[in-house]
């Protein structure tokens, strides 16, 4: 069974850190391209970063300014999202999903069911 | 604000069929054929529904059609059904620097 699972959400104040993490099952995980994706509170989908199969290449939003990192290791099938300097609009579900075999950039094929986190003094 | 802009709400009655737009410009939805559909109950992850603008990945039924004309996108839901009561977003490729997209969603109501 295909499984993504999101972790190490919660609450932080803002200025802080926080890393996420993705574990996957179910499939080979180290021949597919992963990416995170957030949604606030009530409102819509935003792209947040890309990560290829072997990490050689790393794709970021420019809208994060160089605060957020994406990493994996895929001896433990598992993505990382490193998130720094948090600000109150970084309050969000994060998703990591699988970039499809066809579709390119657009196509997110499998999702995990997110990771909240809650930026608040 | 999106950079894709969607309608907010739309409503149509079971068994009918509706289109959902999602207009973009010339350097995303214009310039390529990356642009995807997604399905989204409420509490529940996305679901891919397009790709490429009008292909289907597996398992998702054929009551679900997508298009683009120049700069704009539709997603065509034919016989609709109460579980397609959902939000639907559109995604498109936006080159290297802002890559990914979204519509800011649209609520479908079935009537």
């Known amino acids: 069974q295909v499984q993504l699972v999101e972790s190490g959400g919660g609450v932080v104040q803002p200025g802080g850190s926080l890393s996420l993490s993705c574990a996957a099952s179910g499939f080979t995980f180290n021949n597919v391209g992963i990416h995170w994706l957030r949604q606030a509170p009530g409102k819509g989908l935003e792209w947040v970063a890309f990560?290829?199969?072997?990490?050689?290449?790393?794709y970021h939003a420019d809208s994060l300014k160089g605060r957020f990192a994406v990493s994996r290791d895929n001896s433990r099938d598992a993505l990382s999202l490193q998130m720094s300097s948090l600000t109150i609009e970084d309050t969000a579900l994060y998703y990591c999903?699988?970039?499809?075999?066809?579709?390119?950039?657009?196509?997110?094929?499998?999702w995990g069911q997110g990771t909240l986190v809650t930026v608040s003094s | 604000q999106s950079v894709l802009t969607q309608p907010a709400s739309l409503s149509g009655y079971y068994g009918q069929t509706i289109t959902i737009s999602c207009t973009g410009s010339r350097g995303n939805i214009g310039a390529s054929n990356y642009v995807s559909w997604y399905q989204q109950h409420p509490g529940k992850a996305p679901k891919f529904i397009i790709y490429?603008?009008?292909k289907r990945p597996s398992g998702v039924s054929d009551r679900f059609s997508g298009s683009k004309s120049d700069e704009t996108a539709s997603l065509t839901i034919s016989g609709l059904q109460v579980e397609d009561e959902a939000d639907y977003y559109c995604c498109a490729y936006a080159g290297s620097g802002t890559f990914v997209i979204f519509g800011g969603g649209t609520k479908l109501t079935v009537l």
């Open positions: 999903a699988t970039q499809a075999t066809r579709g390119g950039w657009t196509a997110f094929d499998r």
């Open positions: 490429d603008v009008d």
């Open positions: 990560l290829n199969w072997d990490g050689s290449n790393k």
